[in-house]
Structures are given as C-alpha cells and as structure tokens.
C-alpha cells in the first residue's frame, strides 16, 4: 500500500493505493496517521534543538511486533523519533511520566515500517550478460560501448543492455544515435530506472 495524506471538504484523509486502485481510509485511521506524523516532526525539532524529548505513549492498540516470542503487543512508547519500548498496559505503564503525551489508538492496528528490497530475477539473470551501459557518463560514452558490442556480436542479432542515465547527458537519446554505431543489430537498452528504453530502427 502507498499512501498520500491530503485534505477534501475541509478534513483531513489518508488515501491508500491497494491493488492499484485508490481508496481513502477510515477516518479513524487518517487522524492516527496525522498524529504519528506531527509526532515524528515535533521530535525531530525537539531532538534538533537539543531540549529533552517528550514521551509519546500509543496504547489500546494491537501492535504487531514480528518478534515470535510476542507477536502483539498493547502499545509502545516513542521518545526522541526512537521506540523506547513495546509492550503491554501495564509494563509501559511504569515509564509514564506526567510530562507525557498519551495517544489512545482505538484498538487500530499499527504495523512496522517496510523496507522493500527485491530483484527482478529475470532483469538481474539478462543484465549478467547484456551489455552494462552503469558506467557511460555521457552519450558519447555509451555509443563507444555499443559500438564494441556490436563489432563482436553477428549482424542480424540482439544487443541488449541495461543501467544508462540520460539525465546527465543533456539530451535524451534517440534512435538515430544507435542506428550509427550499431546499423545491422536489434539495439534494445533499458535506463537505469528499468521504466523506459532505448531502441534503434
């Protein structure tokens, strides 16, 4: 889910794209985000100016861990941008001191940040052999390489590659450019973001 936070009709929402398709969120639920974000920017600016950090205590959640040995806990406490703990009512009860922030989640469930690392198997398996385009800093650079490849590689066939940034060369590259270096092959490059391509005629 990717999130966006906005504001219609003169409330605030939290729109989540699921699936593809764009849903707003229970209200419930836009208002926690809110708060969890004017928490993080007020404990950065706390943290910047060097004061002591304000607790913040969410509790009457269902808070999942991804710790096996308590996969879900009641609350947890945030101090200084950091979780300080996680735990039950009655264990982070202790730490509460009465400069405190207490925000009630409402039994909403509060899940961890996700970190998404992936490969595209298929992508990363061609890119071993395709020619590697990571390095040319500039289009000059890049049809040198081309040319290379296809000066070792039988006409009629494919010249594959991958990882050229256009955005440091001033122009964007055109077909023109590779029907140059490369007449008699079928030039396919991908840019380095893997969302658009270069070909030739």
């Known amino acids: 889910?990717?999130?966006?936070?906005?504001?219609?009709?003169?409330?605030?929402?939290?729109?989540?794209?699921?699936?593809?398709?764009?849903?707003k969120v229970a209200p419930l639920l836009g208002r926690?985000?809110?708060?969890?974000?004017?928490?993080?920017?007020?404990?950065?600016i706390?943290?910047?100016?060097?004061?002591?950090?304000?607790?913040?205590?969410?509790?009457?959640?269902?808070?999942l861990t991804v710790d096996a040995a308590r996969p879900v806990a009641d609350g947890f406490v945030v101090e200084g941008g950091r979780f300080l703990a996680v735990g039950g009512r009655a264990e982070l009860a202790g730490l509460l001191g009465p400069a405190d922030q207490v925000?009630?989640?409402?039994?909403?469930?509060?899940?961890?940040?996700l970190i998404d690392a992936h490969v595209h198997f298929s992508l990363f398996s061609f890119g071993l052999t395709d020619l590697?385009?990571?390095?040319?800093?500039?289009?000059?650079?890049?049809?040198?390489?081309?040319r290379e490849r296809a000066a070792r590689t039988a006409p009629g066939t494919w010249?594959?590659?991958?990882?050229?940034?256009?955005?440091t060369w001033g122009r964007w590259p055109t077909r023109q450019d590779l029907d140059g270096v490369a007449p008699d092959h079928f030039v396919i490059l991908w840019n380095k973001d893997v969302h658009s391509i270069w070909v030739n005629s």
């Open 1 to 23: 889910m990717i999130a966006e936070f906005g504001v219609g009709r003169g409330s605030l929402h939290l729109v989540g794209y699921i699936d593809g398709r764009r849903r």
């Open 159 to 167: 010249i594959r590659g991958m990882g050229f940034n256009a955005n």
């Open 132 to 146: 590697n385009l990571d390095g040319a800093d500039s289009l000059e650079a890049a049809l040198a390489l081309v």
């Open 46 to 63: 706390v943290c910047a100016k060097g004061d002591s950090a304000v607790r913040t205590f969410y509790r009457n959640g269902c808070v």
């Open 103 to 113: 925000v009630d989640l409402g039994g909403q469930t509060v899940v961890p940040g």
């Open 32 to 44: 926690l985000f809110l708060r969890l974000l004017v928490h993080v920017i007020t404990s950065g």
